[in-house]
Structures are given as structure tokens and as C-alpha cells.
């Protein structure tokens, strides 16, 4: 009786040790490197440019997005890293981004979705829009409208999108709108 107790006591303190561990991993943040890219006319509405981001460290505050263009001949024409922690900064305050765990998940989620339809602008300006105190660069936006290039734009946090475009005159990517 007395072996069949120990045997007993022996299993069921497995038993524990598995479901332990078993939850443990299931707990664990699973997280790899985001690193996607996607070809869309933005320089030259002839050829394609290559949009590129990475998602690179393994906690919140060493976590970078790192998002460049390159046009069709490989020439990077915009390059710009966002720290993890400022975008979790910047965030809506009714979302509970008190835990890690949730942190990652809201930076990878952001990552997975930066290459949305919807960020991408075609025109970036139409001919009808009229510039507004969200309009860093008066002349740009009135070039786009001229030009039909088209734009692309991006989450900077709750309240702050970037719209950015290929500036034929100046020959660099510039910001031409920047709000909420």
C-alpha cells in the first residue's frame, strides 16, 4: 500500500512539473524579427520602388523599426528607425501596455500592418485638396497635385501620422502632411 502511495504521489508531482512547464512555454514571447518588404511606383509612377522594414530586438525599449525606400535602381531615397519606446509612447492611454509581453505584441502588430493598402496613396495629393495647417511644405503639396506622384504614410503614434513623397524638384523624399 505503502509503494502504491509513493507511486501515486510520484506521478501526480510530474504531473504538476509538466503542466508547469507546459504553461511556462505557453506564457513565453514568442517573437522573431519582423523584416518585410513590397514593391510600389512612388518616385517614378513608371517603375517600381522597394519599401522595406525591419523589426529588430528582443525587448521593448531596444526594439527599431527600421523603414527605408529604395527606387528601381537601388538607391535608398529614405531611411528612417523608430525606437520601440517611442511608439509605445505615443500610444492611446486607454490601451494597457503595462506588461511586456503586450508591448511586443503592439510593436509587432504595428510592423505587420505598416504595409497596409491603406497607407499607401494614390495620388498622395488630389488635384481638388487643399493644403491646411498640417501642411509642413506648402510648395510640395502643390507640386504632388502637379506631379500625381503618389505618397505614403505612416503611424508615428496615436495622434501623429506621417505622410512623406518623392519630391521631383528637390530630388529627396520630403514630408508634405503631417497630422492626427
Do not use: H
Not at 518616385?43 to 520602388?49: C, Y
Not at 503592439?106 to 497607407?119: C, E, G, H, Q
Amino acid at each position: 500500500m505503502r509503494n502504491i502511495l509513493l507511486f501515486v504521489a510520484i506521478c501526480l508531482l510530474a504531473l504538476v512539473a509538466c503542466n508547469s512547464k507546459g504553461k511556462k512555454e505557453n506564457n513565453a514571447i514568442e517573437f522573431e524579427n519582423v523584416n518585410q518588404s513590397v514593391a510600389k511606383s512612388f518616385s517614378d509612377l513608371k517603375t517600381l520602388d522597394t519599401f522595406k522594414i525591419e523589426l529588430t530586438g528582443r525587448k521593448p525599449e531596444e526594439m527599431v523599426l527600421n523603414f527605408t525606400i529604395k527606387n528601381a535602381g537601388g538607391k535608398e531615397i529614405y531611411n528612417t528607425k523608430i525606437k520601440g519606446t517611442e511608439l509605445l509612447g505615443n500610444t492611446d492611454p486607454n490601451v494597457d501596455l503595462s506588461k511586456e509581453k503586450d508591448q511586443i505584441i503592439f510593436l509587432k502588430t504595428i510592423a505587420d500592418d505598416f504595409f497596409s493598402d491603406d497607407n499607401f496613396l494614390e495620388p498622395a495629393v488630389m488635384p481638388e485638396d487643399k493644403a491646411d495647417k498640417y501642411t509642413p511644405d506648402k510648395a510640395l503639396y502643390e507640386e504632388l497635385k502637379k506631379s500625381g506622384l503618389n505618397g505614403f504614410k505612416y503611424r508615428l503614434g496615436k495622434e501623429n501620422n506621417i505622410y512623406i513623397a518623392w519630391s521631383e524638384k528637390d530630388q529627396k523624399v520630403k514630408i508634405y502632411y503631417n497630422c492626427c
